[in-house]
């Protein structure tokens, strides 16, 4: 799809999603969401995949969904980043959906990718960990931590090895995995240890390859995790810079004060520095060309706005910044949950390091 028709679909499609936000989801409603049992709300999950055809988006056409195209999908996140939204939405329709496409064909593998776009499955990716393959099966063994939208996932992409070391990479059922909770600084973001115990798994990479493929998914779906905190971050700004205008001290409106003006102004270079990185990468994604150090690059910009903005949010707010009841501290715990997922802090100044003395 062009890129300037690609761009026109994803501000009406972004349109439609921020209604749907704005009557059922707002941030006050997603905190509440958060702090249930499920930690989001099924019936919103399924509204955006049948009444918007949202999930769809993500999904190849001959896969059951449409595939609108990565500036499409970045407009949804951005979305649902504005409002926090709980849920499996990043673990599936983000990093799922984009391992599940770099993996082999198989009729399991396509029939998940159907039930993702019809919002009748969710998919959780285990990246780490201790999980082994039994010799000479499909049976996997061990257990791995800190497993994104791991509590009630219908489907677990599993990279496993075997007893040389050899990676490979497996679709389980979730039905076949334990799954114990664990804290997490965002409630929004939930994450739990799954346990295998000779779980039986279908192959989606061969010997060799399960590390690799997990790599390129994480890489696929920087985009969407970075817009998702471009949102957010937005979000936070468009919010700090109202209360300034407001809250009056000596007389006067705070944000009227050249140290408030500054901290903003800083706070809006760091989200206009993500929004064109973001942009740059959109396009590498269309055209096929995306890596990992434009991956790691555009996460490490997303990181360090997301926490910058969340930090001047709570400064200048001053004291109710502080308090549970505001706001502002659910911003900078999505940013510190968002800022370990798919390619960790250390591995991307790795990676980037990396590659500028390859240059150098």
């Known amino acids: 799809m062009p890129i300037d028709e690609d761009l026109v ?12 936000l704005a009557r059922r989801a707002d941030l006050d409603v997603a905190r509440q969401i958060a702090t249930t049992s499920e930690g989001h709300d099924p019936t919103l999950w399924s509204e955006l995949a049948s009444t918007l055809g949202v999930h769809g988006l993500f999904v190849p056409a001959g896969h059951g969904g449409d595939e609108a195209g990565p500036h499409v999908g970045a407009a949804v996140f951005r979305e649902l980043g504005t409002v926090l939204l709980p849920g499996p939405y990043f673990s599936t329709l983000g990093q799922g959906v984009s391992t599940l496409i770099e993996a082999d064909p198989s009729v399991l593998r396509n029939d998940v990718l159907r039930q993702v776009a019809t919002g009748e499955s969710t998919v959780a990716t285990v990246g780490g960990g201790a999980v082994m393959q039994l010799d000479g099966s499909d049976r996997l063994t061990g257990s791995a931590a800190d497993v994104l939208g791991a509590r009630g996932a219908d489907w677990l992409i599993v990279q496993a090895s075997d007893a040389s070391g050899v990676t490979s990479a497996y679709l389980v059922s979730g039905a076949e995995v334990t799954v114990d909770d664990q804290e997490s600084v965002d409630a929004s973001r939930r994450f739990g240890t799954v346990t295998f115990e000779t779980a039986s798994g279908m192959l989606l990479a061969g010997p060799g390859r399960g590390a690799e493929l997990l790599r390129r998914g994480a890489v696929t779906s920087a985009h969407l995790l970075a817009a998702e905190q471009l949102g957010a971050a937005r979000a936070n700004l468009n919010a700090v810079i109202a209360y300034a205008r407001v809250r009056e001290q000596f007389g006067r409106a705070i944000g009227s004060f050249q140290a408030v003006k500054h901290r903003l102004a800083d706070a809006y270079v760091q989200i206009v520095r993500l929004d064109t990185l973001l942009a740059l990468v959109l396009r590498e994604v269309q055209d096929g ?72």
Request: glycine residues 8%; hydrophobic residues 50%; charged residues 20%.
């Open 9 to 20: 679909i994803a501000e009406e499609v972004a349109a439609g999603v921020r209604g749907l």
């Open 289 to 360: 060309t995306v890596d990992e150090v434009r991956a790691a690059l555009l996460l490490e910009q997303a990181g360090r706005t997301a926490r910058f903005v969340a930090d001047a949010s709570i400064q200048i707010h001053g004291g109710i910044g502080f308090t549970w009841e505001h706001s502002a501290h659910l911003f900078l715990r999505r940013a510190l949950a968002d800022d370990v997922l798919l390619i960790p802090p250390a591995q991307r100044r790795q990676v980037l390091s990396s590659a500028l003395l390859q240059v150098s």
